[in-house]
């Protein structure tokens, strides 16, 4: 039985690629956490074995920034999925906050895969769409896998997943014969879904200020959109399929306006007593509000800018069915309102009991 190394486990996607493998019950697993000790994250991640499971899920300290722990965590593995990645919900003062992590902790991750000498025959490196198109909005293009982003007019994340993303392809291209493991990336858009328990993320941002009305009106912002439970899927499946080395794969549903995001939730939840706003923000009112708000301000160099991208490859290579989007936009909200991180209204819970 081979074992499969999970970078990050408690985050939102990894702690659904665990519970998917957990599931399977084709591998062994093994996940990795800042902390052993920090019980809110790790509790969770243990109730993620369904009963029937031949093993247990196995849990390893692990930081992005010390080299010196990944030696521990891949040993033994046949595969690692390198999900983590830090993806903060507004700018940083200092972007090397952002960049250093992302950019050390994916060298650090491979650099101890090759020292296993084969013993890691495959990697699976999350990346991000942005990678890909940041800071060439204007061009109007339909973005494929042999896109990169911009080097300059990018925000501190998007230039993260972008060095990231080149420095494991750089890494991977100069190893010795005896170090060679097969690499490939998964570029996810925006991802949305259920949240597991024990779990929080940048993504629910958008649903959480949209439901709680934190806003009049809503950025007239095109997203990139994947669903998790896909994403994961799709990772999974790039350990073992057969035209997956050395190939990047872009994991998009489709783009969608946040305007069109807040018409599907309010023509469900509005009856349920959310007021959730479906006008556009005027893009001038908008830069306005940023000089005050950060998150509001890191919003502004996608404003007005349609998306499009090609998901073809993926459906090719690795069998990728996308969940419809409005499911995915529904399923995260219900799941965010029934954890806890979005407040119940009386309408919601009179017709939860309702429904049983």
């Known amino acids: ?41 790790v509790g969770p991640l243990k109730k993620l074995k369904p009963e029937n499971a031949k093993y247990d899920l196995e849990l390893v300290e692990a930081d992005l920034t010390n080299k010196d722990s990944w030696t521990e965590a ?13 993806f903060p919900a507004e700018n940083p003062r200092d972007e090397m906050e952002v960049i250093r992590p ?24 999350t990346g991000s769409v942005v990678a890909i198109y940041a800071g060439r ?4 293009n339909v973005f494929t896998e042999e896109d990169w982003a911009a080097e300059e007019g990018v925000n501190p994340y998007e230039k993260s997943k972008a060095k ?10 100069n190893l010795q014969d005896d170090e060679k ?48 439970r896909d994403t994961a899927k799709a990772h999974i499946s790039a350990l073992t399929a057969p035209s997956a080395p050395g190939n990047r794969y872009v994991i998009v549903t489709d783009c969608m306006w946040v305007t069109d995001i807040a018409k599907v939730l309010s023509e469900e939840f509005k009856p349920l007593g959310y007021n959730v706003p479906t006008w556009a ?32 490859k993926i459906k090719a290579d690795l069998g990728y069915q996308p969940t419809d989007l409005k499911k995915s936009i529904i399923d995260m909200a219900y799941n965010l309102i029934d954890s806890g991180f979005i407040k119940k209204t009386p309408q919601y819970e009179e017709a939860m009991k309702k429904n049983g």
């Not at 909005?137 to 109007?140: A, K, N, P, S």
């Not at 990231?164 to 291209?173: D, I, N, P, R, S």
């Open 164 to 173: 990231a993303e080149k420095a494991a392809w750089e890494l991977v291209k």
């Open 181 to 228: 493991f097969e690499l490939v990336v998964i570029n996810p858009g925006y991802i949305l879904g259920p949240v597991l328990k024990g779990t929080a993320c940048t993504s629910m941002e958008f649903h959480r200020r949209l439901l709680n009305r934190e806003d009049p009106m809503v950025p007239k912002i095109c997203l990139p959109i994947c669903d998790v």
């Open 74 to 86: 891949v040993k033994d593995c046949t595969y690692v999925l390198h999900v983590a990645s830090p």
């Open 1 to 41: 039985m081979a074992r499969v190394l999970v970078t990050g486990a408690s985050g939102f996607l990894a702690s659904h690629i665990v519970r998917q493998l957990l599931e399977a019950g084709e591998y062994m697993v093994r996940g990795t956490v800042r902390s052993l000790s920090n019980e809110k994250k």
């Open 102 to 125: 992302a950019v050390e902790g994916t060298k650090n991750v491979l650099d101890a895969c090759a020292k296993t000498k084969g013993a890691v025959k495959r990697v699976v490196v």
């Open 137 to 140: 909005f204007g061009e109007g």
């Open 281 to 312: 923000f005027p893009s001038f009112g908008l830069k306005i509000v940023s000089w005050f708000d950060a998150s509001v301000k890191a919003m502004i160099p996608f404003l007005d800018h349609e998306l499009k991208l090609d998901n073809s």
